[in-house]
């Protein structure tokens, strides 16, 4: 079945840092891409997502490019600030038919120390 | 413009008792409907999903159930909670485009803890 697979953390960065969170899926389709972020206490807030190979999702400073060769989504981010302090979920859906969960990663929780 | 509706926001429940979650969606018809449970430093657990009334699709067998009485509400029961489930439970929503299924949007969650 679908999956994804994210790297576990926690990330702990200073502020200005560069960010890479890795993520890798499984899937039987042809799937939409998604990252989201959970601050504390919050539900999931979209962050960025893509909906076909080489595309780019970008939000915020954060960007992830869909990579149909690796299977990968892995977010990135140029200098991180400490409101980034968050969780973050790699996610995917499956767009073949319209019977299809969502699935989510074990999430990557990011720490941004001033 | 399309709301989720997710109550209540906290709740302690005795080992033993029922449970029932409410979310609905507005501003959309159809919808797809997901509950997902986050345990604490975990992440998240797809438990349901509904792509139409009383369609419901169990991912982890378990004492909760779902049911989908209306288009735009979704609900999350259980006949006896039992400590290990306690977390923090998030109903969310996605569409369908007529060729791929929309992001997910959420709810702010019900953290429920079970003595």
């Known amino acids: 079945g679908n999956s994804v697979t994210q790297m576990e953390g926690p990330v702990t960065l200073s502020e200005e840092a560069f960010l890479t969170i890795n993520c890798t899926y499984t899937?039987?389709?042809?799937?939409?891409l998604f990252w989201y972020v959970q601050y504390p206490g919050e539900g999931l807030q979209l962050l960025l997502k893509?909906?076909?190979?080489?595309d780019k999702g970008s939000n915020k400073g954060f960007e992830a490019t869909y990579r149909k060769e690796t299977t990968s989504f892995h977010l990135e981010k140029g200098s991180v600030q400490v409101s980034d302090s968050a969780v973050y979920f790699c996610?995917?859906?499956?767009?073949?038919?319209?019977?299809?969960?969502?699935?989510f990663g074990a999430g990557t929780r990011l720490t941004v120390k001033p | 413009s399309q709301t989720i509706h997710q109550w209540p926001a906290t709740l302690v429940q005795p080992v033993g008792s029922p449970l029932s979650l409410e979310c609905t969606v507005e501003?959309?018809?159809?919808?797809?409907l997901y509950w997902y449970r986050q345990a604490a430093g975990r992440g998240l657990q797809l438990l349901f999903y509904?792509?139409?009334?009383?369609?419901i699709s169990s991912e982890v067998p378990q004492n909760l159930s779902a049911s989908r009485p209306q288009d735009r509400q979704f609900i999350l029961s259980s006949k006896k909670l039992l400590l290990s489930d306690s977390g923090f439970y998030l109903c969310?929503?996605?569409?369908?485009?007529?060729?791929?299924?929309?992001?997910?949007?959420f709810g702010q969650g019900t953290r429920l803890t079970v003595v």
């Open positions: 509904s792509v139409g009334i009383g369609q």
């Open positions: 899937a039987t389709g042809y799937p939409s």
């Open positions: 893509a909906t076909k190979a080489d």
């Open positions: 501003g959309t018809s159809n919808p797809n």
């Open positions: 996610a995917l859906s499956d767009g073949v038919d319209n019977n299809n969960d969502m699935r």
């Open positions: 969310a929503w996605s569409g369908w485009t007529g060729r791929m299924n929309t992001e997910a949007f």
